[in-house]
Structures are given as C-alpha cells and as structure tokens.
C-alpha cells in the first residue's frame, strides 16, 4: 500500500506492485526527485514485429530487435522520481510484486499522488517482497475467476476495498 500524508495522517491509500524478487524496490527515506507527465522507460518495454505484434512483452532495452521490428518503452505515467530510476507511476497491479523497481498504483491514484507532492516532497518505502511463490501458484490469485477473463485487466478497476480517490484529487 502506498499512503498519502497530511499533516502527518494519511488521506489517501493506494494498492500497488513493488519491485519483484531481483528488482526490489529499495527501502528507506528519499525525497521526491522530480516529476513528469508523461514517462516512458528507458530501460524497459516491449518488442513488436512490423505489423505491432508483440514478440517479447517484458523486454529490456539491450535486448537484440529482428529485423523490421521495434523497441517500445514501457509507459509510466505520473512519474515521480525518488531514488536512481525507481519511482512511483500509474500502471498495471497483478496482484503481487511485479516491478522492476518501480512503486506502481492504479492510474487514478497516481494522479492524484503527482497532484499532492512536490519535488522535494519526503517519502518513505517499508516493507519486503513476500517470501512465498506468487509466480506459477498452483492456486489462483484471485479464487472465483475462472475462465478466460479471470485476470484482473478484464475485471472492475476498484473492488469494494479500494474505492476511487474522491473526485477533487485530480483535475
């Protein structure tokens, strides 16, 4: 969970993705570097073909691209920059630590975090990246979805426990 504080009580809380094993989101106490907009990776993203089909859907910048094909960057929008090239950022949550580094949080959130802090802005990362398996569980992550549109892309962007922020975050 990511928490937004105001004179030192949260008014805002968030679901997110952290760093997965490999790429953990480094803890400890940063300050808000900078801010953008509209980020793309650098790093990371996807490889199409010529036609816009993907090839590598989690690819690293370095990686080889066959002929007619093309690197795309990773969208992160919202981008607030807190340590190296990790930063938090509107994108997909699957349910456990995905990231390579990054704090991810449902576009809504992210808007209205990049609306609330500042460059400068204090901010604290706590926690640690489960210990158990949470890649080829033998078990779903979310029990009851079943078939074909049982991941989350293709449900309800908020269940009953996380509720949209209230409309003045965001502009």
């Known amino acids: 969970m990511a928490y937004l504080l105001q004179d030192g009580r949260p008014v ?8 997965r094993y490999g790429h953990l989101t480094k803890t400890g106490s ?19 073909d010529a036609q816009g089909n993907p090839i590598v859907a989690d690819a690293d910048a370095d990686m080889p691209v066959p002929r007619g094909g093309k690197f ?6 919202y981008f607030m920059r807190f340590n190296g090239a990790d930063g938090m950022h509107a994108g997909y949550l699957p349910g456990y630590p995905a990231s390579h580094g990054c704090v991810r949080m449902p576009e809504q959130y992210a808007i209205a975090f990049f609306n609330s802090v500042s460059v400068g802005t204090p901010l604290t990362v706590f926690g640690r ?5 949470y890649l080829g569980q033998s078990q779903s992550l979310f029990p009851g979805r079943r078939g074909r549109f049982a991941d989350p892309r293709f449900g309800p962007q908020f269940g009953p426990r996380f509720a949209p922020p209230p409309l003045p975050w965001w502009p």
């Open 129 to 133: 990246t489960p210990a158990g398996r």
């Open 30 to 48: 940063f300050k808000i570097l900078d801010k953008e907009r509209t980020h793309y990776s650098s790093m990371y993203g996807k490889i199409v």
């Open 12 to 19: 805002l809380a968030s679901p997110i993705s952290s760093g």
């Open 72 to 77: 795309i960057p990773a969208p992160m929008h």
